[in-house]
T-cell receptor
């Protein structure tokens, strides 16, 4: 009965590949997010969706494309992976737009 | 520009004592502040929050203090327990930042038995 789940938990892949990370929340929240935690441990927002509509799109390379098939899911697709994409990616959700966010366990991506 | 700063990367305290974690911010439009706790290999979990209309919020052993004039907030944990050992992130949000939470870089708290 995990509130916010992500798959896979670990992802090791070669440079140039395309990969997807899936996120699902069962909290009934309207807003979902993707964060990146880099090697310096900063958590930085990448995207936010509210009711399947993109509301935040930070300065992220267009190789990253979020997709929200419904408000319980927000997937992240990454094309042409680069070494610098190696990081931990966290999905989160909240009921209202500015409110407490609940995080998934993270996906550890390593690009070789 | 780092709008939320946690200047202490680590803090070590004895079990039973008080832990005080500090956070400073620069954006005066922030009006909602949160603390998250993160264990290794897990996502951050919400701990406590405070809105700018208050200067203190308490939840069990955890109290957050907000000093708006100094743009400073702190998290007090009393008494500290070994299970509190984790990385603590301060985060801030405001209407002008939409739904963005701006995080500090985290403080590793170690509570020694």
């Amino acid at each position: 009965d995990t509130a916010v789940s992500q798959t896979p938990k670990y992802l090791v892949t070669q440079m140039g590949n395309d990969k997807s990370i899936k996120c699902e929340q069962n909290l009934g929240h309207d807003t979902m997010y993707w964060y990146k935690q880099d090697s310096k441990k900063f958590l930085k927002i990448m995207f936010s969706y509210n009711n399947k509509e993109l509301i935040i799109n930070e300065t992220v390379p267009n190789r990253f494309s979020p997709k929200s098939p419904d408000k319980a899911h927000l997937n992240l697709h990454i094309n042409s992976l680069e070494l610098g994409d190696s990081a931990v990616y966290f999905c989160a959700s909240s009921q209202l737009v500015v409110e407490t966010q609940y995080f998934g366990p993270g996906t550890r991506l390593l690009v070789l | 520009d780092q709008q939320v700063k946690q200047n202490s990367p680590s803090l070590s305290v004895q079990e039973g004592r008080i832990s005080i974690l500090n956070c400073d911010y620069t954006n005066s439009m922030f009006d909602y502040f949160l603390w998250y706790k993160k264990y290794p290999a897990e996502g951050p979990t919400f701990l406590i929050s405070i809105s700018s209309i208050k200067d203190k919020n308490e939840d069990g052993r955890f109290t957050v203090f907000l000093n708006k004039s100094a743009k400073h907030l702190s998290l007090h944990i009393v008494p500290s327990q070994p299970g509190d050992s984790a990385v603590y992130f301060c985060a801030a949000a405001g209407e002008t930042s939409g739904s963005r939470l701006t995080f500090g870089e985290g403080t590793q708290l170690t509570v020694n038995p």
